[in-house]
């Protein structure tokens, strides 16, 4: 086998390996960060107001030792300039994974296309969609990865 094909193919497989790494390390902190969610969800149950449990999950996040960032300005940038226009992530654990907080009825497509956005304008490959005001946890949680 040619040496250039041989690259070619170590590079691919060490490319695969990185991004394998890359997802367990995100599906690692996804899951702490749902069961953080859970224990708020547990200690509050459903019907407040999503700033009530960003601060718990913000709270509980910090305490399982992880990185997060709360109400994180987002701009966007079109072209050349860039425009502040009040995009904020409700919390960016680990500088990998956006939590977007929903106390609501039922999450809506602009609820998802809306955490699709943030991840695209933050270059962000995985996010959480988490709606508090649901009797099971488990069935207000959307877990997206670009």
């Known amino acids: 086998m040619s040496s250039v094909v041989k690259n070619s193919s170590q590079h691919r497989e060490?490319?695969?390996?990185?991004?394998?790494?890359?997802?367990?390390?995100e599906n690692q902190i996804t899951e702490k960060i749902i069961g953080c969610a859970i224990e708020v969800h547990k200690q509050l149950g459903p019907g407040l107001l999503e700033s009530a449990y960003e601060e718990c999950l913000y709270y509980e996040l910090q305490n399982a030792g992880l990185n997060v960032k709360k109400q994180l300005a987002?701009?966007?940038?079109?072209?050349?300039?860039?425009?502040?226009?009040?995009?904020?992530?409700?919390?960016?654990?680990?500088?990998?994974?956006i939590v977007e907080?929903?106390?609501?009825?039922?999450?809506?497509?602009?609820?998802?296309?809306?955490l699709m956005t943030y991840m695209k304008l933050a270059n962000i490959k995985v996010g959480l969609l988490i709606n508090f005001n649901v009797t099971k946890l488990k069935d207000g949680i959307v877990r997206w990865v670009i």
């Not at 050349?80 to 960016?92: P, Q, S, T, V």
């Not at 907080?101 to 809306?114: L, P, R, T, Y």
């Open 74 to 97: 987002l701009p966007l940038v079109y072209k050349e300039i860039k425009l502040d226009n009040g995009y904020r992530i409700d919390l960016l654990v680990e500088n990998k994974v």
């Open 101 to 114: 907080i929903k106390s609501v009825d039922a999450i809506a497509d602009i609820h998802k296309a809306q």
């Open 14 to 25: 060490h490319a695969e390996t990185r991004r394998k790494k890359y997802i367990m390390i």
